[in-house]
């Protein structure tokens, strides 16, 4: 059977095309080793199950290891502590009899004690009990035992899980003394004090955490360019498309900063669907062109990712309106994870600490909160956006994008519009409304991002990518005549970055002696059209 790109449920290697997680899980053995309990708390899609896996079959010769995954665990198993405490039972011991490893006769009857518990579903046993048996059962085996489990989320809401977790940590600190787990790993979207946080709100609560005995898990589980590359070149190795490996490995981790569903979601449609639109033809289908057209039909889609994203987007409105305020204001927001929603922000994978910043996590999540936003009623009910609407046809000639012809348009209409607004508001609202009036220009056929290197509230590059041409236009605010030079040398620096000859500057000038309109900027060999606002 021929492998293929998983974006669904566990990544196998035999099965499928994926990175080499083994020095990722080599570094989390590590933290097994040490006897640590920790937590991997990744966003959704991020990996976390195939990891946990992975992890699993890398432990067993050394350790019994007991894998759990509370999504098969249904609300009626938390609705009380007998009830967990037999469910828990009941897993535990039929992961044990599955994995059919002999750990010694002491172990195999403490084992049945607690299987007969299980089996007499008995009506007193509580937690206590539970970790009793369990330590006896850490005592006599003859390897260290270890405990995974998956998707804790599904334990939110639940005061009987947050007691289960007040015993794992009463048997850690008393460890020397009542033998107990080697090492426990939870793995979930929000980490234990978030799922405390839920239950209850007052602050004693939420600092008081039963998981404080935790070590810091900061093992990166994002790809970097090179595994990517690793990953495709066993391929390249079964299709000979001719790729250049470097260049798309690199393009795809420019794209998804390495969210791994991205990555995988990415190459499946360059695998699937690209190469039939390119009449089955793998070799035009791994290109930048391909690419480009991946990233169309990705934005496009309802996936589960984006489902997820949305879902966190409605139910944390004031998390909505933070990241609404990193993507069109430019202002600097700073990473600080005490702020509830950067806090939410980072936990869901929307942002990343960059160089203590807020910043949005991919280029991806980028373009789809872009179009998320300005696809609203109340943007597209905008009179610019509507103006976009009526312009379009005139900015494509021959296939190719006139980006002279649209911002001498959007001069136009911005003046018209908005010419009579405070400073305040043009600096704030400036930069979405160009981006309104762009969207409807190329949606469809190109894409737009902006590039986070030079995002600030002076200067913010966009990125458009339109049929296999580039287009680079920085919006700025005039700060006088100094400023704006070196801004153009810095445009032009980047145009080198990017091998292009003509770059775009649109200028938001507020100086009551500005004369606005298009002007064309020669600087060395490179050709800069500047639009004043």
């Known amino acids: 059977m021929k492998k293929f790109f998983n974006v669904t449920a566990v990544c196998r290697p035999d099965e499928h095309y994926m990175v080499d997680i083994t020095q990722r899980v080599q ?8 006897g640590k309990y920790f937590s991997i708390t990744k966003a959704r899609q991020y990996g976390k199950t195939t990891t946990l896996r992975a992890l699993a079959n890398y432990l067993q010769n050394e350790y019994c ?8 665990f249904g609300a009626e198993e938390f609705v009380d502590e007998n009830t967990f405490s037999l469910s828990f039972a009941s897993s535990f011991v039929r992961v044990i009899k599955r994995n ?24 007193n046993f509580r937690l206590k009990q539970l970790f009793e048996l369990l330590s006896d059962i850490c005592s006599v085996s003859s390897r260290p035992l270890v405990l995974l489990i998956d998707e804790v989320d599904s334990a939110s809401n639940n005061q009987v899980f947050l007691d289960f977790l007040a015993q794992l940590r009463a048997y850690y600190i008393d460890r020397e003394e009542q033998p107990t787990f080697k090492s426990v790993i939870l793995a979930g979207v929000y980490d234990i004090r978030n799922l405390r946080r839920k239950i209850r709100e007052d602050l004693e609560h939420k600092v008081n955490s039963p998981w404080n005995i935790a070590a810091d898990f900061s093992i ?7 595994e990517i590359a690793a990953m495709l070149k066993e391929y390249e190795n079964d299709y000979h498309t001719g790729m250049n490996i470097e260049i798309i490995s690199e393009l795809l981790y420019d794209y998804t900063s390495g969210y791994p569903f991205l990555v995988s979601k990415l190459c499946k449609l360059l695998d699937e669907t690209i190469a039939i639109k390119c009449e089955y033809d793998k070799n035009k289908a791994w290109t930048r062109d391909g690419l480009n057209e991946a990233l169309k039909i990705l934005l496009a889609e309802d996936n589960t990712l984006f489902a997820s994203l949305s879902a966190k987007l409605v139910n944390y409105p004031e998390l909505d309106k933070t990241l609404q305020k990193v993507l069109f204001t430019g202002k600097a ?15 869901f994978g929307f942002v990343k600490n960059q160089q203590g910043v807020l910043k949005i996590s991919n280029r991806i999540f980028e373009m789809w909160l872009y179009n998320r936003y300005l696809s609203t009623t109340s943007m597209q009910d905008e009179q610019i956006f509507k103006a976009s609407l009526d312009d379009k046809h005139q900015f494509v000639v021959n296939g190719h994008l006139d980006m002279r012809q649209i911002l001498a348009r959007f001069i136009v209409h911005f003046n018209e519009l908005y010419g009579d607004k405070e400073e305040a508001f043009l600096e704030e609202e400036g930069r979405k409304y160009f981006l309104l009036y ?3 220009i190329i949606n469809g056929t190109g894409n737009y991002y902006i590039e986070a290197r030079t995002r600030n509230l002076r200067r913010t590059n966009v ?7 580039q287009f680079i236009i920085e919006l700025k605010i005039w700060r006088g005549e100094e400023y704006h030079n070196r801004g153009e040398q810095q445009l032009a620096d980047y145009l080198d970055y990017y091998q292009l000859k003509k770059g775009y500057l649109l200028s938001f000038n507020f100086n009551k002696h500005k004369k606005p309109g298009i002007y064309d900027v020669v600087l060395g060999d490179k050709l800069l059209i500047e639009a004043v606002v």
């Open 463 to 469: 990125i458009v990518d339109y049929r296999g041409e």
């Open 220 to 226: 990166d589980m994002s790809f970097s360019a090179s």
């Open 100 to 123: 059919s490893s002999n750990y010694g006769e002491p172990f195999n009857q403490e084992l049945q004690r607690l299987a007969v518990i299980v089996d007499n579903h008995s009506p």
């Open 333 to 347: 927001i700073v990473y600080n994870t005490f702020n509830d929603n950067i806090a939410n922000a980072a936990m």
């Open 65 to 72: 290891v007991i894998s759990l995954d509370f999504q098969t």
């Open 438 to 440: 762009l969207r409807p």
């Open 27 to 34: 570094k989390i053995k590590e933290l097994v080793d040490d």
